[in-house]
């Protein structure tokens, strides 16, 4: 179990999610939500993530956000914070707002609807490069000048970091921290002009966000997913995102799910149109443990 969520963790740390806002579940539940008809759909964001969300609207999630307002007959109403250390307990728990748009599925601190997308990490190259890597064991990345996502000063990294240190793979790894400069827009895309720079020959980074400033790249770039999906034992590069609501919330989060279901053909178009890689979910259900 411990290991499980440990790397829920890293995956959530990727998404913008810091360890301290990722814990285990807890039983019991809460009281549910209730509002009053005509209250807005209150979105808990970061004002400058694309190509999740922006202050501006223009991240994926603002348009999923919008498109759940409309479907509900709500106003989106946000509350901005920046997805670093303690999002999830100054947004969500803290009452501001009552749904995250994106988490993984196995983020402990809130109550989970069933996954609306699944996506996974991926390589990155130019397409000049002629640089054909699938996997964490091909020789070449011993080789090559790799760029990964890397989390900050908890001793914690993604997945991908994980896996080229446990092949040794190291001296030739420079790391982009995720949270990056905040005071430029959308921050964790330097890892993907990193490569369209040349100033790195691959990089690993999770792929909603590879995808879209790939396709905004000024230079061709090639996005291949991560083989396989698990490192054993149990390091994964693909995880289910669903939303997140209070623990407790299940009136509130039900009401959403329907949504999700209803509009799926919706979200997938959004999803599409920001180069969001797509994973097949062979089992995905239409509710989720509380």
């Known amino acids: 179990m411990y290991s499980h969520f440990r790397n829920i963790a890293l995956a959530a740390i990727t998404l913008g999610l810091a360890p301290s806002d990722v814990v285990a579940p807890v039983s019991g539940a809460t009281s549910a939500l209730i509002t009053p008809a005509d209250a807005p759909l209150r979105v808990c964001a970061d004002p400058n993530n694309l190509p999740f969300s922006n202050d501006r609207g223009q991240g994926f999630e603002n348009r999923i956000a919008e498109l759940l307002a409309r479907d509900l007959q709500k106003k989106v109403e946000y509350t901005w914070w920046a997805q670093r250390r303690g999002f999830v307990r100054n947004t969500l728990k803290a009452g501001s707002c009552d749904v995250i748009i994106g988490v993984p599925t196995g983020l402990g601190m809130v109550l989970a609807t069933a996954p609306y997308y699944r996506s996974t990490y991926v390589f990155v190259t130019r397409q000049d490069r002629r640089i054909n890597v699938r996997s964490f064991d091909d020789p070449i990345l011993h080789r090559v000048r790799i760029g990964v996502q890397l989390i900050g000063d908890d001793g914690t990294n993604s ?30 895309s330097r890892i993907i002009d990193a490569v369209a720079r040349g100033e790195v020959d691959v990089a690993v980074a999770w792929g909603p966000m590879a995808g879209y400033w790939a396709k905004r790249s000024p230079v061709a770039l090639r996005l291949v997913d991560v083989e396989p999906q698990i490192d054993l034992p149990f390091l994964p590069f693909v995880f289910d995102i669903g939303m997140g609501v209070r623990r407790g919330d299940t009136t509130f989060r039900a009401s959403l799910q ?24 062979h089992s995905a259900t239409e509710s989720s443990s509380s």
Do not use: C, F, M
């Not at 994980?162 to 827009?185: C, E, F, P, Q, W």
């Not at 178009?269 to 097949?280: A, D, F, K, T, W």
């Open 159 to 188: 997945p991908p970091a994980h896996a080229l240190s446990n092949r040794g793979i190291i001296s030739n790894v420079k790391g982009y921290t995720v949270y990056g400069d905040y005071t430029k827009d959308s921050p964790p």
């Open 258 to 281: 329907s949504v999700l279901t209803r509009r799926r053909p919706d979200i997938q178009r959004i999803l599409s149109e920001y180069g969001v890689p797509q994973i097949e979910q």
